[in-house]
T-cell receptor
Framework: DTGVSQDPRHKITKRGQNVTFRCDPISEHNRLYWYRQTLGQGPEFLTYFQNEAQLEKSRLLSDRFSAERPKGSFSTLEIQRTEQGDSAMYLC??????????????FGSGTRLTVV | AQKVTQAQTEISVVEKEDVTLDCVYETRDTTYYLFWYKQPPSGELVFLIRRNSFDEQNEISGRYSWNFQKSTSSFNFTITASQVVDSAVYFCALGGFNKFYFGSGTKLNVKP
């Protein structure tokens, strides 16, 4: 098990373009989370999945953002019509989902998005 | 509302000094979890410790120790005999059932 993998590590895109990020969680982890981290700030929750079901979305996740986890394994986060304010590190995490509270997520290394 | 405050933006110490990172949290939940994560320059968040709201017993793990005080809503983290490799950004987080609320982080610089 190699941990949580995110691809790509870095992405530079022009304003208005669409981008898609991928996250591969630890195998058999049924919970998957997306967070966004801007420079000098802590990560902010975006959304999470229990298996393939998207159970909660933050208000930060505007209509331009969409996340999927079609088979309960990997997940994708798409941003349409990117804006400069979307520039951030996008972090994915997974957890076993045992019981009601998880024992600390395992985070990936993140995808750093720069919108120019 | 859930909130985590890390008032110390940046701390610089000389190697072998002890350093304490402060964390104050707000929550109306009676059951919650508190975490510390380390983010080295590589960017990955590394889990350090988890504490639940019913367990105020402080813990020591090697050079790390944690002081959880529910009466003051604080969950402070101390590194004893700091090392250069401890240089990183440290985040305190408050967790409920489905998501975490992170503080803004404290950047620790340990100089040789």
């Amino acid at each position: 098990d190699t941990g949580v993998s995110q691809d790509p590590r870095h992405k530079i895109t022009k304003r208005g373009q669409n981008v898609t990020f991928r996250c591969d969680p630890i195998s058999e982890h049924n919970r998957l989370y997306w967070y966004r981290q801007t420079l000098g700030q802590g990560p902010e929750f975006l959304t999470y999945f229990q298996n393939e079901a998207q159970l909660e979305k933050s208000r930060l996740l505007s209509d331009r953002f969409s996340a999927e986890r079609p088979k309960g394994s990997f997940s994708t986060l798409e941003i349409q019509r990117t804006e400069q304010g979307d520039s951030a590190m996008y972090l994915c995490a997974s957890s076993p989902g045992r019981g009601q509270v998880d024992y600390g997520y395992t985070f990936g290394s993140g995808t750093r998005l720069t919108v120019v | 509302a859930q909130k985590v405050t890390q008032a110390q933006t940046e701390i610089s110490v000389v190697e072998k000094e002890d350093v304490t990172l402060d964390c104050v949290y707000e929550t109306r939940d009676t059951t919650y979890y508190l975490f510390w994560y380390k983010q080295p320059p590589s960017g990955e968040l590394v889990f350090l410790i988890r504490r639940n709201s019913f367990d105020e017993q402080n813990e020591i793990s090697g050079r790390y120790s944690w002081n959880f005080q529910k009466s003051t809503s604080s969950f402070n983290f101390t590194i004893t005999a700091s090392q250069v490799v401890d240089s990183a950004v440290y985040f305190c987080a408050l967790g409920g059932f489905n998501k975490f609320y992170f503080g803004s982080g404290t950047k620790l610089n340990v100089k040789p």
